[in-house]
Structure formats: C-alpha cells, structure tokens
C-alpha cells in the first residue's frame, strides 16, 4: 500500500511560519516529481510548488521568496517551509506525488494526500 501523510497545518496569525511534511509510505523505488497545491473555498485546486527527484524546483508566483519546498529521498519525505503567511495562504494543503514506481514493477501516475488544513488569521 502507498500513502501520502500531511502533517504541520494549523492556525497562524499573519507574518508567521508553517512548515509542513509528507511522508510517504510503502516499499518505494523512486519518485519523478512531488509537490504541493492549495484549495481554497470556492477557488480550483492550485499548484504551490513542485521540486524533482533532481532538485529542480518551480513556484507559483504567489509564493515566490516566501515559501521553500525541500525533499529527503532517504526518507521519502518533501517539506514545505511557509515564512510570511498572509491570510490569502488560507487552504487545504494537499501533497502529491507524481510518477510513483514501487518495487515489484508497480507504478503510479499520481498519489494525493489527505490535505492539512492552513488557517492564517488574526
């Protein structure tokens, strides 16, 4: 079984720090990408940030200098570190994992975790 676990979401007041974590679990060979997206109310399921099994990172405007994503591949575990949260941060975090190969041959597209709620307010 495969599972993606969020964990580090809470309520913050704005101008303070996050940080967030997703391990994954299962017997994992490799994964392509892993990244983070946000779900607001009423608004689509939006790209944070992505990072590749290379290093290579991509942010979404919104958050650029703000946020930084990280990975362990030791650990199969990505981060993401938010500093200056404004309460347009408020959402659902989802982590996913995209091009998920597992030993035994099997292989996944893409996984989504549960979600962690991020609540920024005063």
């Known amino acids: 079984q495969v599972q993606l676990v969020e964990s580090g979401g809470g309520l913050v007041q704005p101008g303070g720090s996050l940080r967030l974590s997703c391990a994954v679990s299962g017997s994992i060979f490799g994964i392509k990408a892993m990244g983070w997206y946000r779900q607001a109310p009423r608004n689509q399921r939006e790209l944070v940030a992505t990072i590749t099994s290379g290093g290579s990172t991509n942010y979404a405007d919104s958050v650029k200098g703000r946020f930084t994503i990280s990975r362990d591949n030791a650990k199969n575990t990505v981060y993401l570190q938010m500093n200056s949260l404004k309460p347009e941060d408020t959402a659902v975090y989802y982590c996913?994992?995209?091009?998920?190969?597992?030993?035994?041959?099997?292989?996944?597209?893409?996984?989504w975790g549960q979600g962690t709620q991020v609540t920024v307010s005063s």
């Open positions: 996913n994992a995209e091009g998920l190969a597992m030993y035994g041959s099997s292989w996944y597209d893409d996984y």
